[in-house]
């Protein structure tokens, strides 16, 4: 499946150009891939200066939202404080809510500065078989936590408008999952 990053097409229309089905088109500066037309030639992709385009066989992440509601994305304090973590699996173009999993509880050192190893541990065995975390914010802990997941702050209120996020920046996603040294994402 044929992605464009928003985060690095410019407009140029090069892409445009060369797609021999007429499947591209430009909105507001940002080239857009129509699938149904789109045969995956890649003729895009090896046009493309800016790289903005990739193509990702068989898509399949597990993302988890922090929430304290299962609707609108911790706020007040950072994910790992989230009382639970709503699932959704992403997969060939869409994205399904599979279950919602309680966070453990564990009280934290509070003489630790720079996070506690064991809220670190307890937050990821909650999520086992999780590919990416996100939420609003992220404690001292992300520098163990992006050792797991791809940890990524979406600064949106409700778990819908996160999971838009999440599918208009799956480039730069897939990007820092397969990277051996992660680093907390921004996503907007």
Do not use: W
Not at 52 to 64: G, P, R, T
Not at 139 to 145: D, F, M
């Amino acid at each position: 499946m044929m992605h464009v990053s928003e985060n690095k097409c410019v407009g140029c229309g090069l892409c445009v150009d060369v797609c021999p089905q007429e499947g591209i088109t430009l909105s507001k500066g940002v080239a857009q891939i129509d699938k149904d037309k789109c045969v995956e030639c890649r003729s895009c992709l090896q046009e493309c200066p800016q790289e903005a385009i990739n193509y990702f066989e068989n898509i399949n992440l597990v993302v988890a939202f922090g929430t304290d509601d299962g609707n609108i994305l911790k706020s007040d304090n950072h994910v790992g404080m989230s009382k639970y973590f709503s699932l959704y699996r992403f997969s060939e173009g869409q994205e399904n809510f599979t279950e919602q999993r309680s966070n453990l509880k564990y009280d934290e050192d509070e003489t630790q500065t720079h996070g506690d190893p064991g809220k670190a541990k307890a937050t990821t065995s909650a999520l086992e078989n999780v590919d990416i975390l996100v939420g609003q914010m992220f404690g001292p802990n992300i520098t163990r936590l992006r050792n797991k997941f791809v940890c990524a702050v979406v600064r949106k209120n409700t778990i819908d408008d996160a999971i838009q996020t999440v599918r208009k920046n799956i480039n730069e996603i897939i990007e820092e999952k397969n990277k051996n040294n992660r680093r907390g994402i921004v996503l907007k």
